[in-house]
């Protein structure tokens, strides 16, 4: 079973940045799109950030150039480069990746990590 892990959550005060990982080994990483949501208690998960397979990068409307993602193919590895954080971007955040075209729908999405927490508090 291929399973994603996220880490590099955690608690910062607003205005601060946070860098997440994502280890997706055990996929054909090279062949697949990966992308970022979070979910807050009560809705759905809402995409953040996309990055094709060729590196072609897509973002949510509210991020404001303040989010990047960014993949290593060679470590199999995805990351998001918070900055300029704000409380309303606490949430849990996910790592996912399809086999295929990125979409911003998380249905489409075949590969799910189990998400990290970020807190934005002062």
């Known amino acids: 079973q291929v399973q994603p892990v996220e880490s590099g959550g955690g608690l910062v005060q607003p205005g601060g940045s946070l860098r997440l990982s994502c280890a997706a080994t055990?996929?054909?990483?090279?062949?697949?799109?990966m992308a970022w949501f979070r979910q807050t208690p009560g809705k759905e998960r809402a995409f953040v950030a996309g990055?094709?397979?060729?590196?072609?990068?897509c973002y949510g409307d509210f991020l404001k150039d303040r989010f990047t993602i960014s993949r290593d193919n060679a470590k199999s590895a995805l990351y998001l480069q918070m900055t300029h954080l704000k409380p309303e971007d606490t949430a849990v955040y996910y790592c996912a990746a399809r086999d295929g075209v990125w979409t911003a729908e998380f249905s489409q999405y075949d590969f799910w990590g189990q998400g990290t927490q970020v807190t934005v508090s002062s």
């Open positions: 055990g996929l054909k990483f090279r062949s697949h799109s």
């Open positions: 990055i094709s397979y060729s590196g072609i990068t």
